[in-house]
């Protein structure tokens, strides 16, 4: 997949127009799925999305002083997406949930303080504060929807607009309290930003679900990126998921999680809390790939899977370099280096395992430079689309230098490959890509390296690497037909 956005594009509302010129050449170089950003109105027309407003309004009412979102009109987005869908691409969009920003106006209530670090615990007593929870969407009125929302729909908030204090304030009432099934974090790590949806709250739980059945059928979704759920109730997300998937019928529906964390016992906790009906974001391995583009050859490759999802779970793992939220300038910023990239890219890409997601700002660019790694990553891609099948044996085995071959398969006469990664200096591998290629040349691809190679007869070949670079290895003329 392709994850269509990054941080700083700029707020033109041009984004769904681009997308659809864009979508034959994405389907050419071989994109099967593209993430979207939050289609829903948010505070103004600069919010990336993840401020969210209204989630019934995609870029259709005159709301927050603007009809069209960051990325353009409902009507731009609903012919991006069918352009998409006639090159073969499924849509997954990005769901924000968990919050809402920009209310319309304020409501007074009961509040005690808590601790950011230990949100269990009280360092106030209650009393009344005036907070922004009151949503009743002027602009759209109850087109959609007459659901209306009030201070008792959401568990907490962090400003008093009485004192104008910031503060993390948990919401008192009936039946309040922070959600159970989140990260436990700070002790619960419910509250993250704005006002926090209460999730234990009947109607709010009725009222999502159907939003979240009109939005799929409204924009023809074939899946969505589930933002922050590791601060949402699980069972919420369970339910939700399985109201979605009951609208679509027998079409199928795909759901990948945004759990930003690197522990892999978290990450395998939630898999079995959703009973593996969810993929999840490798953040492990995003974080191991940001380790070894810091320490370089101090970075011991052959731990480089140790504690990913991609060697735990690689059925449910998308792997990934990098994204909005890692990219510079963000609140989770740990961008990988220029000169992991390559690396990076081509194990995700041709690796046998995961689902792999290309960030728009490796390939287009960030803060409207362009990238220097689209050159890389197309190349990359035809390997993947010509090359990367077949059984995977992998060669983990020296700290600097590691790699793998795919076997190929009969379905695709000419493929299989051999790659390498080194963090260190020079390097190289013996590996073996079958008896059956005895006599075949091999060249290098990435163009780092001129020589050929001539696979033996026992079908092993001394496979080259320059330090610190990528090598990816195919059979020389090979007829191959994507």
Known sequence: MMQYFEWNLPAD??????LKEDAKHLSEIGITAVWIPPATKGQNDQDVGYGVYDVYDLGEFDQKGTVRTKYGTKQQLKEAIDELHKNGIQVYLDVVMNHKAAADYTEKFKAVEVDPQHREKAVSDPY??????????????DNYSPFKWHWYHFSGVDYNQANKKKAIYMIEGDNKAWSNGVDSENDNYDYLMFADI?????????????????????????????????????EFIKGFLGEVRAAKGKEPFYAVGEYWKSDIGSLDAYLAEQDYNVDLFDVSLHYNMYQACQDGRAFDMRKFLDDTLLSKHPEVAVTFVDNHDSQHGSSLESQIKDWFKPLGYGIILLNEKGYPCVFFGDYYGMGGKESPHRTIIDILLDVRKKYAYGEQVTYADHPDTVGFVRKGDKDHPGSGLALLASVGTDGYKDMDVGTERKGQVWHEVTGDIKDEVTIGDDGKARFTVRGGKLAVWVQKDADIKS
């Open 13 to 18: 509302g041009t984004l769904w127009t681009r």
């Open 128 to 141: 009344e504060i005036e907070g922004w929870t009151g949503f009743n969407f002027p602009g759209r009125g």
């Open 198 to 234: 209460d999730f234990n709250h009947p109607d709010v739980i009725k009222e999502m679900n159907q939003w979240g059945v009109w939005v799929t059928k409204e924009l023809n979704l074939d899946g969505m990126r589930l933002d922050a759920i590791k601060h949402i109730n699980n």
